[in-house]
Structure formats: structure tokens, C-alpha cells
């Protein structure tokens, strides 16, 4: 299949069946608009922001205690104030649950560590109800801070709640976070209460915790109490019996919700903080118009409590949809082991990286996913043109595959797919509504089917309220508007099709660049790793005389080792799909590519390190999943 192919087409009663098409009918009954297809749509929603971002307030009827006085002061970035005046709180609207009753299962959660356990609707509210009460009874109020180091359990999502009930603000680490990680994030926003799991199995293995749990409450001088959940160590952890009731605490749109952090591959990870309304007007959107979750689905995304992807997951209930939540090493007993879940507990969309995906092709696999399963999400990575195939062989032409672009920074996808728009091989299917993404060329014009810095033109409700200790906004505006004033820098190149598709071809920051020709990251992976010898590699490009060095390292299946016959075949690979200029000056073999805990590869870090920044400066080595990889590449610089 060449790139372009169509591997799936909307059915023709889509917007009969679809939540989006409900909403077309909506905006034709209740504002006049009519709507031709999803470019007319799309090219709506970013022209006439206040009238999108209303429209999506009042279709999913937004439940404020004071009413806004306006949807958006002024568009301006960064700076921009949504909603000004309106008081509501995000915990209410995801335990609304729309659509299901007391005793439909809302939370299906499965794990390596003990036995799987299902909360109906009823079951969440009062868990989260006594969770509060016992928040509060330790002194937990509006504007405090809630840390969990904790995986991704019920109990984490049910303290992520009563802590936002409260209109305080949370924050958490996944337990395979080294002690140092954590503290570099959360001394930045000292948390009074710390909740931790003992410890936690993955795979076969068991992996205490309470030694790291102790090393943690010792650097944050700001705690006043740590609640330990007995995980590894199974008693049952109840929040205490009380009698009050479950009420939510009104603040300001952009009130603290919850800090995430950038990766913090250098430097210390940047305290994102989102707001209440922004993160909820934003997921209400992307849930139920792009991925079309409603009652009756199942929900399901392989995410860790340190990914951005667990806090949009956890959104779910808010438009209707049941969430499943897994815990444990995606690849034990084997690759089928997510696969055989969803089928087990009825998923209808399965979310996951395209690094998954991509390992689920190399190792041959041929899952069933179960009757249910209508749609296939991918992050975290750029899924090449051999990823979308694999989809379709193994699932079938009914399935759509989105594949999403966006970040911890906005807590969404702005680019993925929509009920409306075609499926084409290789390529993501559309810029999400709301979102105006753009291309720009170096002189910051945009442009269409080339190369460029993808830039986001407009405002939107879900990018950060700031950085937490930002006082004066400096940090801030320095990561995302450096570069073209105005308008928000991602990092990323993309191109935008005449179509409306995109492809994303790797962080602008890791761009290899060839006598002035500029090499994305992702299509060079796609035909290295296409070999069945290769099993993950790293490409960075050292600047210096005439062109550079273009060095390639790849880690070998098996006890293969590295000789001239691959190295040349190699080469030619490289040579026939690409171009003679991605052929790599040098080819080396190591033991491991150093990846981030949510599966990024650390460019970047590699990149300085061979250049001669020490390891600690070079990369923040608690946030890998790796961080013993360095060491190679430390040594090959020495050795150069």
C-alpha cells in the first residue's frame, strides 16, 4: 500500500449514528448552521472561537454556579481568559456519568498486582463521597495540593476526583518514578498530603516501594500526612464511614485542576498547570464528537499515572462512557495480553502508542480483540505507514484507526480523527475542532503539502493556565512562544495536506539536517526498524565540518551482532526508501535506546551527551524507563 491509500471510509448513515452528527443536527435547530462536512466544520470552529466553544458549553449542558460573563476576553496568546466569571467544577461533570444508571459498571479495572475489580456508577460516587470527607478531615482545602505515587488503580482516579470536589489540586508520579523524579516535581509544588501505593507486581515481578515512599516524604518538608495503600501487600484500603455528603466546591474556570510535567529530559520537568473548565470543555469535545464515546462504551487506553494520556482516559464518564484501566507490563505473558483484556472486558475503543503497535506487527502477532472493538487509538509516537497496515490486516476494514497528535502541554490530541473523515494510510485524518493548527515556514508564513514547524494560530481552552511558581509568566511564554510571537511553537514538524490530513515526522529540536536538507526522525525509524533484525534505534545528527556526522545506533534482535553485511544492507535500505543523504556516517550497535517511562525515545539527551554534556545535565535519568542506556552512549563519546 503506497501512503494516500484509503484503509477506511465513514458509513453512509454516519451522521445518524455518530455523536457528531447529532451535534450538526443540534447546531442547525439551535444556532441556524449549517454544515456541509468536517472541513466546513473544522474551518467554523476556528474562525469563530466564542461560537464553537459556546456551542460545545451548551450542547453538553455545562452545569456553572455563576454564569460567564463572556467565552473569550480577548484571543490573544498567551493570556487568553475563557469563560471569565463562570464558577463550575470538573469532579461534578465527570460524576454525572450522563446516560447510565446507579448500577451500570463505570470503572473496569485490571492488574498484574491482585484480582480485577468493577465500580458501578453508585459504587464511584460514594468511594469518592468518603474519599473527600477524608480530605477534609485532614485539613485539605480549596487550593492545597494532593500528590498520589500511585499507578493507575481506581484509588487513584477516586482521590483525583475528591481532591478536584474540593477544588484543590492534584498531582501524581507512577510508582516506577526513581525517588529523584519525583521530588524534582513535586518540591516545585509542595503537595500536604501524599497517598502511596507499598509497592506494585509487573509481569511476574514484585517491586516494593516503601523504602522510595519513605525517601520522598523525607524531601518534601511540606507534607502534613501520607495515607498508604496496602497494593502489594493486599489489605483492603477503605476511606473511612462518615455521613457527609458529596458536594463540590464551585471555583473559577481556570482554577487548578491538576499539574502535569513535561518529560524533563533536561532540566527540571516544567509544572503544568490545567484548569478546572478548560480541561473539561476541551475532553467533553474530543470524548464524544472525535472518538464518539458514549453510554454504553468501554473506553480503554494503555497509560501510565505519569502520561497525560491517564488524565484524558479518567475523563471519560463524563460523556457517558465506562473507562478500563490496566495495570502491569503490556507485554506479560506476551504482546496478546492487552488484547485478550479488551476482549474479556468488552472494549469498544483501544487506545495505546504507536511503539505497541509497531512491537505488535515485528513480533507477527494476529489478536482478536473482541466483537465490540469499532475503533483503535495511537499516541506518543508518530505511527508509520506499516503501522496502519498492520491495523487493517489484522482487524478489518470496520475498524477506525485515529492516530493523535497533541500533548502533556494541552492535555488532548489537537490533531486525530474524526466519525466524518476517511482513514488514509499513514497520515492523521484531521486537525481536531477548535484547534487551528497550522504549518509555518521559517519566515513563520504557513503553508500547505510542505514541510514546517507545526504552530497552533489560535487560543484554546485547554492549554496551560501557567506554570505553577511562574509568577511572572516568563517560563511560560519562553517554551512556547520564543519563536513566532504570538503563536504557540510545539516542536514538532508537520505537514498539512490539501486534504486536511497530517503527517508528523518528529520533534523539530531532534531534526537531522543534511546539507541544509532538513530529515524528520519518524520515516527514518520506519525503514530501519522495518528490518527483522532490528528491534529499536536512535538517529542523531552532530554538527560540525562540511555536513556533519550522521550517527545511527541500533539495538539487534536476539544475540545478533553488528557486522559490515548489515551495515550495508542497512545503507541500501536507507538509500532506496529515502534518499542517499539519510545514509548514516556510522553505524553502532548498543544494548538499549534510552526511552522515556511513556515510550518517547530521548533524542535530545542522546544528541548532548555525545556531544559532552554530563549524563545528569543531560537528561533527568529518574523519568526513563531506561536510565542505565546512557552509560553506552557515555562511553562512545569518551571513546570519540
Given at each position: 500500500?503506497?501512503?494516500?491509500?484509503?484503509?477506511?471510509?465513514?458509513?453512509?448513515?454516519?451522521?445518524?449514528?455518530?455523536?457528531?452528527?447529532?451535534?450538526?443536527?443540534?447546531?442547525?435547530?439551535?444556532?441556524?448552521?449549517?454544515?456541509?462536512?468536517?472541513?466546513?466544520?473544522?474551518?467554523?470552529?476556528?474562525?469563530?472561537?466564542?461560537?464553537?466553544?459556546?456551542?460545545?458549553?451548551?450542547?453538553?449542558?455545562?452545569?456553572?454556579?455563576?454564569?460567564?460573563?463572556?467565552?473569550?476576553?480577548?484571543?490573544?496568546?498567551?493570556?487568553?481568559?475563557?469563560?471569565?466569571?463562570?464558577?463550575?467544577?470538573?469532579?461534578?461533570?465527570?460524576?454525572r456519568m450522563p446516560g447510565l444508571g446507579p448500577d451500570d459498571p463505570v470503572v473496569i479495572a485490571y492488574s498484574q498486582t491482585r484480582e480485577p475489580v468493577?465500580?458501578?456508577?453508585?459504587?464511584?460516587?460514594?468511594?469518592?463521597?468518603?474519599?473527600?470527607?477524608?480530605?477534609?478531615?485532614?485539613?485539605?482545602?480549596?487550593?492545597?495540593?494532593?500528590?498520589?505515587?500511585?499507578?493507575?488503580?481506581?484509588?487513584?482516579?477516586?482521590?483525583?476526583?475528591?481532591?478536584?470536589?474540593?477544588?484543590?489540586?492534584?498531582?501524581?508520579?507512577?510508582?516506577?518514578?526513581?525517588?529523584?523524579?519525583?521530588?524534582?516535581?513535586?518540591?516545585?509544588?509542595?503537595?500536604?498530603?501524599?497517598?502511596?501505593?507499598?509497592?506494585?507486581?509487573?509481569?511476574?515481578?514484585?517491586?516494593?516501594?516503601?523504602?522510595?515512599?519513605?525517601?520522598?516524604?523525607?524531601?518534601?518538608?511540606?507534607?502534613?500526612?501520607?495515607?498508604?495503600?496496602?497494593?502489594?501487600?493486599?489489605?483492603?484500603?477503605?476511606?473511612?464511614?462518615?455521613?457527609?455528603?458529596?458536594?463540590?466546591?464551585?471555583?473559577?474556570?481556570?482554577?487548578?485542576?491538576?499539574?502535569?510535567?513535561?518529560?524533563?529530559?533536561?532540566?527540571?520537568?516544567?509544572?503544568?498547570?490545567?484548569?478546572?473548565?478548560?480541561?473539561?470543555?476541551?475532553?467533553?469535545?474530543?470524548?464524544?464528537?472525535?472518538?464518539?464515546?458514549?453510554?454504553?462504551?468501554?473506553?480503554?487506553?494503555?497509560?501510565?499515572?505519569?502520561?497525560?494520556?491517564?488524565?484524558?482516559?479518567?475523563?471519560?464518564?463524563?460523556?457517558?462512557?465506562?473507562?478500563?484501566?490496566?495495570?502491569?507490563?503490556?507485554?506479560?505473558?506476551?504482546?496478546?495480553?492487552?488484547?485478550?483484556?479488551?476482549?474479556?472486558?468488552?472494549?469498544?475503543?483501544?487506545?495505546?502508542?504507536?511503539?505497541?503497535?509497531?512491537?505488535?506487527?515485528?513480533?507477527?502477532?494476529?489478536?482478536?480483540?473482541?466483537?465490540?472493538?469499532?475503533?483503535?487509538?495511537?499516541?506518543?509516537?508518530?505511527?508509520?505507514?506499516?503501522?496502519?497496515?498492520?491495523?487493517?490486516?489484522?482487524?478489518?476494514?470496520?475498524?477506525?484507526?485515529?492516530?493523535?497528535?497533541?500533548?502533556?502541554?494541552?492535555?488532548?490530541?489537537?490533531?486525530?480523527?474524526?466519525?466524518?473523515?476517511?482513514?488514509?494510510?499513514?497520515?492523521?485524518?484531521?486537525?481536531?475542532?477548535?484547534?487551528?493548527?497550522?504549518?509555518?515556514?521559517?519566515?513563520?508564513?504557513?503553508?500547505?503539502?510542505?514541510?514546517?514547524?507545526?504552530?497552533?494560530?489560535?487560543?484554546?481552552?485547554?492549554?496551560?493556565?501557567?506554570?505553577?511558581?511562574?509568577?511572572?509568566?516568563?517560563?511560560?511564554?519562553?517554551a512556547y512562544f520564543d519563536v513566532f510571537p504570538g503563536v504557540w511553537r510545539h516542536g514538532d514538524w508537520i505537514t498539512i495536506s490539501e486534504r486536511g490530513?497530517?503527517?508528523?515526522?518528529?520533534?523539530?529540536?531532534?531534526?537531522?539536517?543534511?546539507?541544509?536538507?532538513?530529515?524528520?526522525?519518524?520515516?527514518?525509524?520506519?525503514?530501519?526498524?522495518?528490518?527483522?533484525?532490528?528491534?529499536?534505534?536512535?538517529?542523531?545528527?552532530?554538527?560540525?565540518?562540511?555536513?556533519?556526522?550522521?550517527?545511527?545506533?541500533?539495538?539487534?534482535?536476539?544475540?545478533?551482532?553488528?557486522?559490515?553485511?548489515?551495515?550495508?544492507?542497512?545503507?541500501?535500505e536507507l538509500r532506496t526508501a529515502l534518499s542517499p543523504r539519510h545514509i548514516p556516517d556510522e553505524i553502532h550497535q548498543v544494548r538499549a535506546v534510552p526511552?522515556?517511562?511513556?515510550?518517547?525515545?530521548?533524542?535530545?539527551?542522546?544528541?548532548?551527551?555525545?556531544?559532552?554534556?554530563?549524563?545528569?545535565?543531560?537528561?533527568?535519568?529518574?523519568?526513563?524507563?531506561?536510565?542505565?542506556?546512557?552509560?553506552?552512549?557515555?562511553?562512545?563519546?569518551?571513546?570519540?
Amino acid at each position: 500500500m503506497s501512503a494516500g491509500t484509503v484503509l477506511w471510509t465513514p458509513p453512509a448513515d454516519v451522521r445518524d449514528s455518530s455523536r457528531i452528527g447529532d451535534y450538526l443536527r443540534w447546531l442547525r435547530e439551535h444556532r441556524g448552521l449549517d454544515f456541509a462536512g468536517y472541513a466546513d466544520l473544522w474551518q467554523w470552529s476556528v474562525d469563530d472561537l466564542p461560537g464553537f466553544w459556546r456551542s460545545i458549553w451548551d450542547y453538553f449542558d455545562v452545569k456553572a454556579y455563576d454564569q460567564p460573563t463572556a467565552v473569550l476576553d480577548e484571543p490573544v496568546m498567551p493570556g487568553a481568559r475563557w469563560f471569565p466569571g463562570a464558577t463550575l467544577n470538573y469532579a461534578e461533570h465527570v460524576l454525572r456519568m450522563p446516560g447510565l444508571g446507579p448500577d451500570d459498571p463505570v470503572v473496569i479495572a485490571y492488574s498484574q498486582t491482585r484480582e480485577p475489580v468493577t465500580l458501578t456508577k453508585a459504587q464511584l460516587r460514594e468511594q469518592v463521597r468518603r474519599a473527600r470527607a477524608e480530605l477534609r478531615r485532614l485539613g485539605v482545602g480549596r487550593g492545597d495540593r494532593v500528590a498520589a505515587y500511585a499507578p493507575n488503580i481506581p484509588e487513584t482516579y477516586v482521590l483525583m476526583l475528591a481532591t478536584a470536589s474540593l477544588g484543590a489540586t492534584f498531582s501524581s508520579c507512577a510508582p516506577e518514578f526513581g525517588t529523584r523524579s519525583v521530588v524534582d516535581r513535586w518540591q516545585q509544588i509542595e503537595p500536604v498530603v501524599l497517598v502511596a501505593v507499598d509497592g506494585y507486581r509487573y509481569g511476574d515481578k514484585a517491586i516494593d516501594r516503601r523504602a522510595e515512599v519513605a525517601a520522598i516524604q523525607e524531601a518534601l518538608p511540606s507534607l502534613r500526612h501520607t495515607i498508604t495503600l496496602p497494593y502489594l501487600h493486599p489489605q483492603r484500603h477503605e476511606w473511612p464511614e462518615t455521613d457527609e455528603e458529596l458536594t463540590f466546591e464551585p471555583v473559577p474556570f481556570d482554577h487548578p485542576l491538576y499539574v502535569l510535567y513535561s518529560s524533563g529530559t533536561t532540566g527540571l520537568p516544567k509544572p503544568i498547570v490545567h484548569g478546572h473548565g478548560g480541561i473539561l470543555v476541551e475532553h467533553l469535545k474530543m470524548l464524544a464528537l472525535h472518538h464518539d464515546l458514549g453510554p454504553g462504551d468501554r473506553f480503554f487506553w494503555f497509560t501510565t499515572t505519569g502520561w497525560m494520556m491517564w488524565n484524558f482516559l479518567v475523563s471519560g464518564p463524563a460523556v457517558g462512557a465506562a473507562i478500563v484501566m490496566f495495570d502491569g507490563n503490556p507485554g506479560h505473558p506476551d504482546l496478546g495480553a492487552l488484547w485478550r483484556m479488551a476482549e474479556e472486558a468488552g472494549v469498544t475503543y483501544f487506545g495505546t502508542s504507536a511503539p505497541f503497535l509497531l512491537a505488535c506487527r515485528k513480533a507477527g502477532l494476529t489478536p482478536r480483540a473482541g466483537a465490540k472493538l469499532r475503533a483503535i487509538g495511537s499516541t506518543g509516537a508518530p505511527l508509520p505507514p506499516e503501522g496502519f497496515a498492520w491495523v487493517y490486516e489484522v482487524f478489518g476494514p470496520d475498524i477506525q484507526l485515529q492516530s493523535l497528535s497533541g500533548g502533556t502541554d494541552v492535555c488532548t490530541g489537537f490533531i486525530g480523527g474524526a466519525p466524518l473523515v476517511p482513514v488514509y494510510e499513514g497520515e492523521l485524518s484531521c486537525r481536531c475542532l477548535g484547534a487551528r493548527v497550522e504549518a509555518y515556514d521559517p519566515a513563520g508564513k504557513p503553508v500547505t503539502d510542505q514541510l514546517g514547524e507545526l504552530v497552533i494560530t489560535a487560543p484554546m481552552p485547554s492549554m496551560p493556565v501557567g506554570f505553577w511558581g511562574d509568577a511572572d509568566g516568563s517560563r511560560y511564554r519562553e517554551a512556547y512562544f520564543d519563536v513566532f510571537p504570538g503563536v504557540w511553537r510545539h516542536g514538532d514538524w508537520i505537514t498539512i495536506s490539501e486534504r486536511g490530513t497530517c503527517v508528523i515526522t518528529g520533534r523539530s529540536d531532534a531534526t537531522l539536517n543534511r546539507g541544509g536538507v532538513r530529515l524528520g526522525t519518524a520515516e527514518f525509524y520506519s525503514v530501519v526498524e522495518g528490518l527483522d533484525e532490528v528491534v529499536d534505534s536512535v538517529v542523531v545528527h552532530i554538527d560540525g565540518e562540511g555536513q556533519g556526522e550522521l550517527l545511527l545506533f541500533v539495538v539487534l534482535a536476539g544475540d545478533r551482532e553488528l557486522d559490515d553485511e548489515l551495515r550495508g544492507r542497512i545503507a541500501r535500505e536507507l538509500r532506496t526508501a529515502l534518499s542517499p543523504r539519510h545514509i548514516p556516517d556510522e553505524i553502532h550497535q548498543v544494548r538499549a535506546v534510552p526511552r522515556t517511562l511513556s515510550a518517547k525515545k530521548l533524542e535530545v539527551p542522546v544528541k548532548r551527551i555525545l556531544t559532552g554534556t554530563p549524563i545528569q545535565q543531560a537528561a533527568a535519568t529518574g523519568a526513563l524507563a531506561n536510565p542505565e542506556s546512557l552509560e553506552e552512549f557515555r562511553r562512545f563519546a569518551r571513546k570519540h
